[in-house]
Nanobody, 116 residues
Framework: EVHLVESGGGLVQAGGSLRLACAAS????????IGWIRQAPGKEREGVSC????????DYADSVKGRFTISSDNAKNTVYLQMNSLKPEDTAVYYC?????????WGKGTLVTVSS
């Protein structure tokens, strides 16, 4: 059974850092592309970053380029999102998503709150 569990969210001041983790089970992160998507209060979901561990390719939304870094630890079957220089507009629930055999799987999300 496929599961994604996010962790690492919390309250941080503007300019601070957080590292989110997405622990996967039921599949191997090295075999799929995994993305981080966020949803701020009252706003639509926004793709933040994604990684294909098979070929090492990564992608970032313009709003987070240079501040966020996505990585994977295949031994831990976990994908990380290092978030630096956080801004109040980064406040959102952050979800990880994996597409496995044509089905999108989502975690329940972790809340990131950035105070000004």
């Amino acid at each position: 059974e496929v599961h994604l569990v996010e962790s690492g969210g919390g309250l941080v001041q503007a300019g601070g850092s957080l590292r989110l983790a997405c622990a996967a089970s039921g599949f191997t992160v090295a075999d799929v592309a995994i993305g981080w998507i966020r949803q701020a209060p009252g706003k639509e979901r926004e793709g933040v970053s994604c990684i294909s561990s098979k070929d090492g390719t990564t992608d970032y939304a313009d709003s987070v380029k240079g501040r966020f870094t996505i990585s994977s630890d295949n031994a831990k079957n976990t994908v990380y999102l290092q978030m630096n220089s956080l801004k109040p507009e980064d406040t959102a629930v952050y979800y990880c998503r994996a597409s496995y055999y044509g089905i999108n799987y989502w975690g329940k999300g972790t809340l990131v709150t950035v105070s000004s």
